[in-house]
T-cell receptor
Framework: DQQVKQNSPSLSVQEGRISILNCDYT??????FLWYKKYPAEGPTFLISISSIKDKNEDGRFTVFLNKSAKHLSLHIVPSQPGDSAVYFCALEETSGSRLTFGEGTQLTVNP | NAGVTQTPKFQVLKTGQSMTLQCAQDMNHNSMYWYRQDPGMGLRLIYYSASEGTTDKGEVPNGYNVSRLNKREFSLRLESAAPSQTSVYFCASSGGGGTGSPLHFGNGTRLTVT
């Protein structure tokens, strides 16, 4: 069973508007929740993270929200810019700390 | 800053051939990882090494072997390549688990097995 799911394979938004990317998980054995961004022909790069003891973390235009009761994680980008167009992966770190489990990814396209 | 360096960038193999993917990091990280990325499936962990001298299986280890040569280098070997191993392979490193420290990825090796 897939433990981490990003149910939207793609998302298209207008420049300047808000982008909301979602991630759901199925159990509670994760301590840290991370978002990565990936451009074509490059490796994923770290964007922002949140620990399980918090419900919000903000870094400039990027905010991550964690709803532990709903087992739901979201990334808000506001305002969205064309350079934000990329694949976004959520990644969850197990309590043991040994590895990350990734979602399937969401392709974000920001239209000028 | 080189970060994580993977070689080669591209490779085409015939079924049954073998090859080794090389990975090196210059960030003095303890942990290193090999992932594969397939369309619609995200990144799946093949093997990881929490520290020099240790290796452990990830989610999809079958058909692969790894060697943590030293703290800097972590190689992935395909002994007998199969078409199902056609994928993009990413090596990554991090300071260590349990703290949310992010992974740093290389730019990937695109492997095609015919």
């Amino acid at each position: 069973d897939q433990q981490v799911k990003q149910n939207s394979p793609s998302l298209s938004v207008q420049e300047g508007r808000i982008s909301i990317l979602n991630c759901d998980y199925t159990n509670s054995m994760f301590d840290y929740f991370l978002w990565y961004k990936k451009y074509p022909a490059e490796g994923p790069t770290f964007l922002i993270s949140i620990s399980s003891i918090k419900d919000k973390n903000e870094d400039g235009r990027f905010t991550v929200f964690l709803n532990k009761s709903a087992k739901h994680l979201s990334l808000h980008i506001v305002p969205s810019q064309p350079g934000d167009s990329a694949v976004y992966f959520c990644a969850l770190e197990e309590t043991s700390g040994s590895r990350l489990t990734f979602g399937e990814g969401t392709q974000l396209t920001v239209n000028p | 800053n080189a970060g994580v360096t993977q070689t080669p960038k591209f490779q085409v193999l015939k079924t049954g051939q073998s090859m080794t993917l090389q990975c090196a990091q210059d960030m003095n990280h303890n942990s290193m990882y090999w992932y594969r990325q397939d369309p619609g499936m995200g990144l799946r962990l093949i093997y990881y090494s929490a520290s020099e001298g240790t290796t452990d299986k990830g989610e999809v280890p079958n058909g692969y072997n790894v060697s943590r040569l030293n703290k800097r280098e972590f190689s992935l070997r395909l002994e007998s390549a199969a078409p199902s191993q056609t994928s993009v392979y990413f090596c990554a490193s991090s300071g260590g688990g349990g703290t949310g420290s992010p992974l740093h990825f290389g730019n990937g090796t695109r492997l095609t097995v015919t």
